[in-house]
């Protein structure tokens, strides 16, 4: 069974410039889950979706954060404008259903904004 | 609110030693889950275990055992006669499990960086 898969892996851009992260899911899972880990932290969620729609995005700093997952399956997450301090390992997961599934995760897109 | 704390930042030990990684959570809901993943330096999250809210029972696998206590709301990770490929960074991480609302996404702990030396 093919794992989730993220591109691009690695990332550099200039503060002000945007850059988008995709994803494919395990083939199934229902639920997709964008996470941020920032060096020496734990990953910290940035919005959830249930098949295409969006369950938790609290903590997506909307004004230059976007995310979507059209027809349910792989997803984009956008950054316009990026700032220095979204240096960062963005991981995409992705799990059968919601309620304490295990999650499955991806390799990471690491950004790094100078 | 949830909050998962893994106190030791660092733990380096010599191949062969055992090694306990600590894990306190705090939650207000009567249904969670608990999870372990271990994070190579290659990056990737590699889950470890669940274990739910209803479930004590420890649990062991090869040269890994989990002790869950909810008197002292800790999960903690025990890997015995600890080998060099077991250094990684190992995360705690708590979800809620009711149905309705944002249930699933994971909380955190800041991790516990594991070095096992030859």
């Known amino acids: 069974e093919a794992g989730v898969a993220q591109s691009p892996r690695y990332k550099i851009i200039e503060k002000r410039q945007s850059v988008a992260f995709w994803c494919n899911p395990i083939?199934?899972?229902?639920?997709l889950y964008w996470y941020q880990q920032i060096l020496g932290q734990g990953p910290k969620l940035l919005i959830q979706f249930q098949n295409n729609g969006v369950v938790d995005d609290s903590q997506l700093p909307k004004d230059r954060f976007s995310a979507e997952r059209l027809k349910g399956v792989d997803s984009t997450l956008k950054i316009q404008p990026a700032k220095l301090e979204d240096s960062a390992v963005y991981l995409c997961a992705s799990s059968t259903w919601t309620g304490g599934d295990e999650q499955y995760f991806g390799p990471g897109t690491r950004l790094t904004v100078t | 609110a949830q909050k998962v704390t893994q106190a030791q930042t660092e733990i380096s030990v010599v191949e062969k030693e055992d090694v306990t990684l600590d894990c306190v959570y705090e939650?207000?809901?009567?249904?969670?889950?608990l999870f372990w993943y271990k994070q190579p330096p290659s990056g990737e999250l590699v889950f470890l275990i669940r274990r739910n809210s209803f479930d004590e029972q420890n649990e062991i696998s090869g040269r890994y055992s989990w002790n869950f206590q909810k008197s002292t709301s800790s999960f903690n990770f025990t890997i015995t006669a600890s080998q060099v490929v077991d250094s990684a960074v190992y995360f705690c991480a708590l979800s809620e499990g009711d149905y309705g609302g944002s249930q699933g996404n994971l909380i955190f702990g800041k991790g516990t960086k594991l070095s096992v030396k030859p």
């Open positions: 083939s199934g899972h229902a639920t």
């Open positions: 939650t207000r809901d009567t249904t969670y889950y």
